[in-house]
């Protein structure tokens, strides 16, 4: 017999920026950070689990490709769920699975991403969450979302905030053993929904220096992250809880800039310098800021992470509008740039 369960996560977009471990095996973060998860329907993960008697190894597929589960990050999901297993019964199927039979039983995993991962949007987000929280579903885990964000965070420490909808704070945590580090939701799906996202891919290429070595060297060498972590969030981390409960969409544009731009000081500020933004990216920047400007108040938020492409924000469908009209005339698609000519409509999702 074969059991399956099938889950599906979204990713989700910082506006208050994660940025360094204080642990690396357990992924205990150096600052609290927020985020606002996408809708399901444009950037997820999709993943069905599969377990057998007859399978003789834990296996993974990641869109159609079988990868390696040798990395400790996958394998320390799978223990945490498999620890927390319980009795699954099947009537229909003539199932019945004691909790201790979930250490011997192995399990297959294919992840599906519903976006071009080539579009170098490929986050380990929604893939995490969605394997934690899929896991649980086929092991009858019945842990609440906290416990389950807390577990998705030692796949990747950003996958802990995919567990929720809306607007999503992860708690850094004081306690060594991690278990008060974790996410919470701040106001759900339908609190701020005039909000409309754009993500303008500035390069299909893969991210040059992952978000895991990265903020290591970044913990290592930048003495402006101590300021950063230390000083500068945890004001901002109060500030953005304010501008989210009221949509006070000028505080939260602001913050949102504010925090995306250190987070790349930071990384200017690694030895040797991370760069992650281009000069599209750049000009992205400058086009929002001038128009900001000359409305007087922010109409567009944007959002940088390990990467050049753009993640803005409008205030509503109408700015939304607007924002795509000027992204298009001002960066026409290119006859020599395929990749993203190709993705045509789809290359600003
Ligand atoms: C820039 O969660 O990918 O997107 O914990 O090492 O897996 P690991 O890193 P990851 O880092 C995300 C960094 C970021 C900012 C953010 O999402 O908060």
């Known amino acids: 017999w074969v059991l399956m369960a099938t889950g599906r996560s979204p990713t989700n977009i910082a506006v208050i920026k994660y940025w360094g471990k204080r642990d690396e095996t357990l992924i205990l973060p150096v600052n609290d950070s927020i985020s606002v998860t996408l809708d399901p329907d444009h950037l997820s993960a999709t993943t069905t689990v599969a377990a057998s008697p007859s399978f003789p190894s834990d296996r993974m597929w990641l869109n159609g490709k079988e990868i390696a589960l040798s990395g400790g990050r996958f394998q320390s999901c799978l223990r945490e769920i498999r620890k927390r297993a319980r009795d699954v ?5 003539g199932i019945k699975i004691k909790k201790e039979d979930w250490e011997k039983l192995h399990v297959h995993i294919a992840s599906y991403n519903n976006f071009p991962t080539a579009a170098g949007l490929a986050s380990s987000a929604a893939g995490l969450a969605c394997l934690v929280f899929t896991l649980g579903k086929l092991m009858n885990v019945n842990e609440d979302y906290g416990e389950l964000s807390s577990i998705a965070r030692q796949g ?7 567990i929720y909808g809306g607007f999503v704070k992860w708690c850094m945590g004081k306690n060594d053993d ?12 339908s609190h701020w929904d005039d909000l409309v996202i754009i993500i303008a891919v500035v390069s299909s290429k893969q991210k040059e220096t992952s978000s895991t070595s990265g903020m290591r060297d970044t913990v290592e060498t930048s003495p402006l992250l101590q300021y950063r972590a230390q000083t500068v969030v945890p004001s901002r981390i109060l500030k953005m809880e304010d501008a989210i409960k009221n949509r006070d969409f000028e505080s939260f544009a602001r913050l949102t800039c504010a925090d995306s731009n ?7 500020d690694t030895s040797p310098p991370i760069f992650y933004m281009n000069d599209t990216s750049h000009r992205i920047i400058s086009l929002v800021e001038k128009w900001n400007h000359s409305e007087g108040t922010p109409q567009v938020a944007y959002t940088f992470d390990a990467g050049p492409n753009a993640v803005l924000i409008a205030r509503n469908r109408k700015t939304a509008t607007l924002l795509l009209q000027r992204l298009l005339y001002t960066f026409p698609p290119q006859k020599n740039d395929l990749d993203s000519y190709m993705l045509g409509d789809k290359s600003i999702l």
């Not at 987070?263 to 200017?268: D, I």
């Open 89 to 93: 019964e099947d009537e229909k199927k």
């Open 156 to 162: 990747s420490g950003s996958a802990c905030r995919s």
């Open 178 to 189: 991690g278990s008060d580090s974790m996410a919470v939701q701040l106001a759900d799906e």
């Open 262 to 268: 250190q987070f790349h000081a930071v990384c200017l």
